[in-house]
């Protein structure tokens, strides 16, 4: 906040509270995951579109780097910690900027961030890739 010539406290009164703060944070973080998808889709094979959206979801790259990626996958755990009175505006923010399919494939990244093992992590993506483009393929 120092290079921005913020305060800590003229940055928190652009907030009611903590849970809008991090609501916002939230909704900020699924814009730049939605932003990052259209990209790589508009980018994608004709008819390639959904298997490189599920590439670069389930890519290393994405797992390796938590904190640049998508925040359902990042803050689920979190988010089952704050008051419930929050959890259905999570709710409507992740229902607005994604599908169903992130839903399982974020849960997929979780896991894959508790093998330690490179290989294994990679062998563990690979094989979830497949899952999810043969899933959405039927």
């Known amino acids: 906040m120092r290079d921005l010539r913020?305060?800590?406290?003229?940055?928190?009164?652009?907030?009611?509270?903590?849970?809008?703060?991090?609501?916002?944070?939230?909704?900020?973080?699924?814009?730049?995951?939605?932003?990052?998808a259209d990209s790589a889709v508009r980018h994608a094979p004709k008819g390639g579109e959904l298997k490189t959206l599920i590439d670069y979801y389930l890519?290393?790259?994405?797992?390796?780097h938590?904190?640049?990626?998508?925040?359902?996958?990042?803050?689920?755990?979190?988010?089952?910690?704050?008051?419930?009175?929050?959890?259905?505006?999570?709710?409507?923010?992740?229902i607005k900027h994604t599908g169903s399919t992130f839903s399982g494939m974020a849960g997929t990244l979780n896991v894959a961030r508790l093998i330690a093992d490179t290989g294994q992590r990679k062998k563990f993506l690979e094989d979830a890739r497949k899952f999810y483009f043969d899933a959405v393929k039927q």
């Open 59 to 64: 890519s290393l790259e994405h797992c390796d």
């Open 6 to 36: 913020l305060t800590h406290g003229g940055f928190y009164r652009h907030f009611r509270s903590k849970e809008e703060l991090f609501v916002a944070a939230f909704e900020q973080g699924l814009k730049q995951l939605a932003h990052y």
């Open 66 to 94: 938590p904190a640049d990626g998508c925040p359902v996958a990042a803050l689920t755990t979190e988010i089952g910690r704050r008051p419930a009175k929050v959890h259905g505006t999570f709710l409507n923010l992740f």
